[in-house]
T-cell receptor, first 115, second 110 residues
Framework: EAQVTQNPRYLITVTGKKLTVTCSQN?????MSWYRQDPGLGLRQIYY???????DKGDVPEGYKVSRKEKRNFPLILESPSPNQTSLYFC??????????????FGQGTRLTVV | SQKIEQNSEALNIQEGKTATLTCNYT??????LQWYRQDPGRGPVFLLL?????KEKRKERLKVTFDTTLKQSLFHITASQPADSATYLC?????????FGKGTKLSVKP
């Protein structure tokens, strides 16, 4: 089954304690992306990766890091989380290439609370 | 900067009526537009794609149009049902930064 798997689903942490949210896809997609979703602000792109070892900033990259060492995994790292990073996070992978449907497949979401 | 705008935050309609949602884009020319459905606390799910050279696309009770002159896509749900209640997101397509609109929350009342 085609899927994007995020872990954990829920996380409560304290300010300044480094954390990683993992994302893995089994569809061999080249393009992967992280979004955060906040009430009234919609989905905002944090970082994206168009291929292994290639990452670029989205609209709201401050306070986040990513890496893309292999095609299937795209972890999101918060080196020093702050309360304003409390949000619902989604990982997505996208079909690309000529003629592709370019459909985005989303993970289940990670609800992060920073206290 | 490139923008995708969904002008209505919320739309309330009666069961059986047609819901029409609007998506406008500015400062770029997407090769395609997509529509997604999102239920509370869950990730968006792909519904339909329409390319810039297509005027209209249909899938069951769903219809999408793409007007490059108006820089707009319309998303229609005919014979709406309470189960259609959800947030619907528009997404623009081009290389790199893939942009979503903020979404329109549709409520269909019985």
């Amino acid at each position: 089954e085609a899927q994007v798997t995020q872990n954990p689903r829920y996380l409560i942490t304290v300010t300044g304690k480094k954390l990683t949210v993992t994302c893995s896809q089994n569809m061999n997609h080249e393009y992967m992306s992280w979004y955060r979703q906040d009430p009234g602000l919609g989905l905002r792109q944090i970082y994206y990766s168009m291929n292994v070892e290639v990452t670029d900033k989205g609209d709201v990259p401050e306070g986040y890091k990513v890496s893309r060492k292999e095609k299937r995994n795209f972890p999101l790292i918060l080196e020093s989380p702050s309360p304003n990073q409390t949000s619902l996070y989604f990982c997505a992978s996208v079909t690309t290439g000529q003629g592709a449907n370019t459909e985005a497949f989303f993970g289940q979401g990670t609800r992060l609370t920073v206290v | 900067s490139q923008k995708i705008e969904q002008n209505s935050e919320a739309l309330n309609i009666q069961e059986g009526k047609t819901a029409t949602l609007t998506c406008n884009y500015t400062n770029y020319s997407p090769a395609y537009l997509q529509w997604y459905r999102q239920d509370p606390g869950r990730g968006p799910v792909f519904l339909l794609l329409i390319r810039e050279n297509e005027k209209e696309k249909r899938k069951e009770r769903l219809k999408v149009t793409f007007d490059t002159t108006l820089k707009q896509s319309l998303f229609h749900i005919t014979a709406s049902q309470p189960a259609d209640s959800a947030t619907y997101l528009c997404r623009g397509g081009s290389q790199g930064n893939l942009i979503f609109g903020k979404g329109t929350k549709l409520s269909v009342k019985p």
